[in-house]
C-alpha cells in the first residue's frame, strides 16, 4: 500500500508516519535523505540547494522504484504540496492519501522555532491552496492519531 502524508512543514507528517510504519516498511522523507546524503554535524533540516537537488533526485528514483513493490511492502511518502499530476501517479497506484494540519498558528509556531524562515513562505502557500470552498467549510483532515 501507498501512502502519501501531506501537510505543511513543520505539521507533524514525520512524527505521523513514526506513530505508523513498521520497521520493514519503506518511507520516502526529503529531510531523512538529506540527512542521510550529508556529513557528520548537518542540520536535520537542510536546506541548502546543492543539497536538495541531490536529495530531490535520489527522492524520484525511490519513489520509482518502491511504486513497483506495492504489493509487498507498505510505502510512506511525504509530498507536502503534490501536484494534480502527482496525485494522478499516486492514485493510479491506489494511495491513501493523509493530510497532517494542526492549523496554521501551531505551524507557524513550530516553523519560528526549528525551521527556516523560508518554510513560512511555504507553509503560507500550503494553507493559501486550501482556501474555504465554496460553501464556506474546510475539507477536513485526516488526523486519526
Given amino acids: 500500500m501507498l501512502y502519501v502524508v501531506t501537510g505543511p512543514p513543520a505539521a507533524g507528517k514525520s ?30 533540516w537542510n536546506q541548502a540547494t546543492l543539497v536538495q537537488r541531490v536529495a530531490q533526485r535520489a527522492r524520484f528514483a525511490a519513489i520509482d522504484e518502491a511504486c513497483q513493490h506495492l504489493d ?21 497506484h491506489k494511495a491513501e492519501i493523509i493530510t497532517v494540519d494542526p492549523g496554521w498558528h501551531i505551524v507557524m509556531d513550530r516553523i519560528r522555532a526549528m525551521r527556516s524562515p523560508a518554510m513560512e513562505r511555504v507553509a503560507t ?19 486519526a492519531w
Avoid: F, N
Avoid at 18 to 33: E, F, G, M, Q, S
Avoid at 73 to 92: C, F, G, N, Q
Fill in 72 to 92: 509487498k511492502i507498505d510505502v510512506y511518502l511525504i509530498h507536502t504540496m503534490p501536484s494534480p499530476k502527482a496525485l494522478a501517479k499516486y492514485k493510479r
Fill in 125 to 143: 502557500r500550503w494553507y493559501r491552496q486550501r482556501r474555504p470552498t465554496s460553501q464556506g467549510v474546510m475539507p477536513q483532515a485526516s488526523r
Fill in 15 to 44: 512524527s505521523w508516519i513514526d506513530a505508523h510504519a513498521k520497521p520493514t516498511d519503506i518511507v520516502i522523507d526529503l529531510d531523512r535523505i538529506a540527512l542521510a546524503l550529508t556529513g557528520p554535524g548537518a542540520p536535520q
